[in-house]
């Protein structure tokens, strides 16, 4: 079974396709993690995250201990992230990674074009969203459990400017397939949007 939770930033996929894998003793892959770990490789280098040829080769050479890091979260990664996920050969070259993660035993995959591009045929899409002010309020909470110091207006804007970014890109923009179903958690709490995605996969599946 692949399961695609797609969603702008901060929407609360993450926590959401996690908690979905260990009840349905799935594998799960927050595809985030590939662009933030190619970014991280381009900015340790001193490259420039918007360069096509640099970008390219950080992607080709991601190793499991990139994947693996713990510092890709913070505001100058998120932002390269960004950049190096609008370039359309360095989603090519991380596609094939995720479609063989999600086909070898099944797979829980959030990300931005889960169920448009990566898994078109996925059997389940859920698309995650909430308002811009509850998705900056939880990142800020995120930055701050981390000891990080960050002004709330400094996150609502990132936030914003990377919901254009990914939806306006020309490779693979962040949209809702078609036949996704939108769960909205501006007022929802973790455990309720999770009783909410696993009534949908219960009710698509059984
Ligand atoms: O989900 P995240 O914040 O960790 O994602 C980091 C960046 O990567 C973000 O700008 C969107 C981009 N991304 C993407 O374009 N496609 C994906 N499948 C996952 C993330």
Do not use: W
């Amino acid at each position: 079974m692949i399961i695609a939770i797609d969603g702008p930033a901060a929407a609360g996929k993450g926590t959401l396709a996690k908690r979905i894998a260990a009840t349905l003793q799935l594998p799960y892959l927050d595809t985030g993690i590939l662009y933030r770990a190619t970014a991280k490789r381009v900015l340790e280098a001193g490259g420039n995250p918007e360069d096509v040829s640099t970008a390219l080769t950080a992607a080709q050479s991601l190793s499991a201990a990139d994947l693996a890091r713990n510092d890709l979260r913070d505001a100058a990664t998120s932002k390269a992230a960004s950049q190096v996920a609008s370039i359309a050969a360095v989603r090519q070259a991380l596609l094939d990674f995720q479609r063989h993660f999600g086909t070898a035993h099944g797979a829980v995959l959030d990300g931005r074009d889960i169920g448009t591009i990566i898994f078109p045929q996925a059997d389940i899409k859920l698309f995650v969203t909430a308002s811009v002010e509850a998705r900056a309020q939880r990142r800020y909470q995120e930055f701050c459990a981390r000891g990080e110091t960050v002004a709330l207006a400094e996150v609502i804007a990132d936030v914003q400017a990377r919901d254009e970014a990914d939806r306006t890109r020309t490779a693979a923009p962040l949209m809702m397939a078609r036949d996704a179903t939108l769960i909205d958690t501006t007022d929802m709490d973790a455990d309720t949007a999770f009783a909410c995605a696993l009534a949908l996969i219960h009710g698509k599946t059984t």
